[in-house]
């Protein structure tokens, strides 16, 4: 009797810590919905105020909506550039804007060869953490960029950079060059929705089956 007693007590730990772990994947499917989500924009801010030239972009100011102010040094090129997979690959203009601190920012322009103000320019966008893959390789090293990364760059200029670039989504004054989306972040959680969904099912049927057992074992008797 103590021994059958032992083991449905058993069965019922068992039962009880599948019922567990599948009530765990069912909220892990829940937050996965919940965070995969863009990020809400927080108050523009002017960049230099968030962060400093060769360091790097700290996770909380990616994609933030920031301005800055300055003149263009230098206008490049990023060619087989998008801002999804999915997307067409398009030539980028992108300038480096140098501030009135005497630092300079990678600035996307946008798509087209429409030549930026001369003057200071005020620009305001989304600021994007540096590219860490080669898009291209360039063919002309001096006016193309292989990916948008100031480390990329230290060579060339005489001022320090900031790292990442920013994509402009308006200057003043505009020269109606065509803008490139400027998306907000999407903060992702590990795994997908439905890969939470199916272990829910695996391990609730698996309580199942440690509360059918007994049953499974007197027909076999």
């Known amino acids: 009797m103590v021994r059958k007693l032992g083991f449905a007590l058993l069965l ?8 567990r772990l599948g009530i765990w994947q069912l909220d892990r499917a829940h937050l996965v919905q919940e ?8 108050v523009e801010v002017r960049i230099e105020t968030l962060i400093k030239p060769r360091i790097s972009i700290p996770d909380d100011s990616k994609g933030r909506l920031v301005s800055a102010t ?25 300038g480096i804007l140098k501030l009135n601190t005497g630092a300079g920012l990678l600035v996307v322009r946008g798509i087209g060869d429409v030549a930026p103000p001369s003057e200071f320019i005020e620009v ?16 002309n090293l001096v006016s193309e960029l292989s990916r ?34 400027a998306p907000q972040l999407v903060v992702k959680a590990a795994g997908f929705y ?18 059918c057992l007994p049953l499974f074992k007197r027909r076999s008797e």
Request: no cysteine; proline share 5%; hydrophobic share 45%.
């Open 148 to 181: 948008l990364d100031s480390t990329v760059l230290l060579s060339r200029v005489n001022f320090d950079l900031y790292d990442g670039y920013l994509i402009a989504i308006t200057e003043k004054p505009d020269s109606l060059i065509e803008r490139v989306p």
């Open 35 to 42: 965070i995969s989500k863009p990020v809400a924009d927080k």
């Open 70 to 94: 300055g003149r263009y040094e230098r206008i490049l090129q990023a060619p087989n550039q998008s801002t999804n997979n999915d997307s067409a690959r398009k030539k980028w203009q992108v």
């Open 124 to 139: 305001h966008g989304r600021l994007m953490p540096s590219q860490i893959e080669d898009r291209s390789i360039g063919s």
């Open 12 to 19: 019922i730990v068992f039962a009880a810590t599948f019922v």
């Open 194 to 211: 439905w890969q939470h969904i199916s272990y829910v099912f695996i391990w609730w049927l698996m309580a199942l089956l440690a509360l």
